[in-house]
């Protein structure tokens, strides 16, 4: 599904993927160990939910950035 909008809105590939869908298809992809290395933050390293880092990632803008850039190259894969 993902990979379908990426080619639908080519100058928005994040359109219409929720957060909640990033995050899940990352950890399933990576595991919280590879995410807390790409991105430093205490909620992929300390006690992980997907919970916790929705909240943490709709309040800190530069992490989500980061967050959807590896989203961004997980999909290029």
């Known amino acids: 599904m993902s990979k ?3 080619q ?3 100058n928005n590939p994040l359109h219409g993927v929720k957060l909640v869908t990033i995050l899940e298809e990352l950890v399933e992809a990576y595991g919280w160990d ?3 290395r790409e991105v430093n933050i205490n909620c992929f390293k300390n006690d992980p939910s997907i ?8 309040r800190t803008q ?3 950035d980061k967050v959807e850039q590896l989203y961004l190259d997980f999909l290029k894969e």
């Open 62 to 64: 530069w992490a989500r």
């Open 4 to 6: 379908k909008i990426i």
């Open 51 to 58: 919970k916790s880092s929705l909240v943490f990632l709709r």
């Open 34 to 36: 590879k995410m807390a």
């Open 8 to 10: 639908e809105q080519p």
